[in-house]
């Protein structure tokens, strides 16, 4: 039996960040990203939302065993919902594959109180960078909601647990990218 698969439009397309093999790109039609807060949750993080028109790039990963412990586990403020049929992927056949998204009505917009971490930023940036490059990473802002929320700047002391190193060019790339989006930095220290 084949093993079922994640789509990850996060965090999740780093793959320095988890240990799930059979990683490839692949693409999720009918959804958009947005940043949302929920009360599982002191910060503000990313969603796969419903949106008939939007498709979003991102990885499929295998889950040995159909084994889900450790990912919802590491993803439980989501739901994990069945998307075979919205996946564009290079794999034979239909396998099962899942994303997870948090529920309309747990989800709120992120405010002062429930910033996106800069460190979790970061590591989803660096994801698509190294996957889809440059071009990916304009992608990914354009499919993605809510850059209206602040952004808290915990580079200093990462915050993210999962956070990674991030290079000078990284850095300048990442920080002029989150400066098109009009998104607001705030200092840790603020």
Known sequence: ?????????????????H???????????????????????EVAFLS??????SVIDGLIAEVPGADWAALDEREFAYDRLPASDRVQHGLEGT???????????????ATEQHPILLSYLDVVL?????????AGLHDFVATTDGWDAP???DRAAPRYPRHQ??????????????????????????
């Open 1 to 17: 039996m084949t093993a079922p698969y994640f789509f990850g439009y996060g965090s999740l397309v780093n793959t320095v960040t």
């Open 165 to 190: 190193p991030v290079s000078t060019a990284e850095r300048k790339l990442f920080d002029e990218l989150i400066g098109s989006t009009g998104a607001r930095r705030i200092d840790s220290g603020s």
């Open 151 to 153: 952004v808290l700047n």
């Open 126 to 134: 660096q994801g698509y960078l190294q996957i889809f490059g440059e």
């Open 95 to 109: 396998p099962d594959i899942s994303v997870y998204a948090i529920a309309a009505g747990k989800k709120n917009g």
């Open 48 to 53: 796969a939302v419903p949106c008939a028109d």
């Open 19 to 41: 240990d799930y093999g059979g990683a490839r790109p692949a693409r999720l039609q009918g959804w958009r990203r947005a940043w949302v807060h929920t009360a599982l949750r």
